[in-house]
């Protein structure tokens, strides 16, 4: 089994885990959208978006260029679009009130011109819905504002997009291939507005593709995220709270905590930084030979270092980890193998939870404890 499959594997497994635990760390987390601008103005400057008022962290964009994606506690928000570095009051679309749910991939478009009065801002709601290697999902947006409605065919006049109108999109789901597309006037096969010969559309990977400027000048702008970027980010929350936070309030971990606190080391955990945790459950405690953790929590230096050594600086979601053969800890270093029943560390002891976000990093929960 090739390790791409081990991962879709893994990941099968952990959903069927997490599921037996349904409230698990559900107070560490708020829920998330992730939001993107476009800029589709062929005459408008450079801008930026501002939420509430405030700068969103989406980068300033000019004409023809797609941001990357931003999350945001899901909501509704005041949404203005404005010259880069600009304020509020000089906003050249907006404030309009949109509304991001939870687990929505929005992206926010600058549309028309403002030669003629029409720059306005429009919403495209993407499905970034899982997909697999053999899997493209296309969504196709109509930005040129003279332009008619356009079918987007295949050279025998298939149609793959119907009647696009300007400032509308559409999403389609095809086999990962080579296509030779155009687009055309809808209802026709002729003229080609866009020649888009030789188009090669990748699996597992989601695309945006937008038709931009004027008629006379048609222009292609691009967007290709690919599904393993995607992954760790497709879920509903964020978090609200830090590691030691979450281990605290999740009675699974009491143990932990008790050794934290005799270790001194909850406020390392509570503050500033980035960590990954590879936290050891209860049970996983419980499999210490008789007497060893009673006499490990005595010898605090001891302790220190054990527990140390389920900490990396630093955050690794679990599509980073698996691709790792071995991981630097803050004592010492622990090796990752990729088996066909899951992802283990050190050989024996097995990651049976992912991806726990929390502020200041990420916890893996793990079912043996890691001794150096």
Known sequence: MSQKSRL??????LVLVVGIFPSAFASANTPVARVRIAHFSPDAPAVQVLLDGADSGIQALSFGNISGWVEVPAGSYSVAVVPAGGSVDQAA??????????????????????????????????????????????????????????????PDGTKVVSNLAFGRSATVTVPANVYDLQ?????????????LAGTNLQGATYYFVAATNRLADPQVALSAVGLST???????????????????????FSTLVTALQAAGLVDVLNGDGSFTVFAPTNAAFAKLPAGTLEAV????????????????????????????????????????????????????????????????????????????
Request: no cysteine.
């Open 8 to 13: 879709g594997l893994l990941v099968l497994l």
């Open 93 to 154: 679309i907006g404030p309009v009130n949109l509304s991001f749910s939870a687990g929505s991939w929005t992206t926010v478009a600058a549309i028309g011109s403002l030669s003629s009065g029409s720059l306005t801002a429009t919403t495209i709601r993407e499905n970034y819905s899982a997909i697999d290697g053999s899997e493209a999902r296309v969504t196709v947006f109509h930005g040129i504002e003279d332009a008619p409605a356009v079918d987007v065919i295949l």
């Open 183 to 195: 687009v055309v006037p809808a209802g026709a096969t002729s003229p080609v507005v866009i020649n």
């Open 230 to 252: 995607v992954a760790p980010l497709n879920r509903s929350t964020v978090a609200t709270q830090t590691i030691a936070q979450i281990a605290a309030g999740d009675g699974r």
């Open 297 to 372: 929590l005595a010898d605090r230096e001891l302790l220190t270092n054990i527990l140390l050594y389920h900490v990396s600086a630093g955050k690794a979601l679990a599509s980073d980890v698996v691709g790792l053969n071995s991981i630097d800890m803050l004592r010492g270093k622990v090796s990752v193998s990729v088996t066909d029943d899951g992802v283990f560390l050190n050989g024996n002891t097995q990651i049976i939870i992912t991806d726990v976000q929390a502020t200041n990093g990420v916890i893996h929960v793990i079912d043996t404890v890691l001794l150096p």
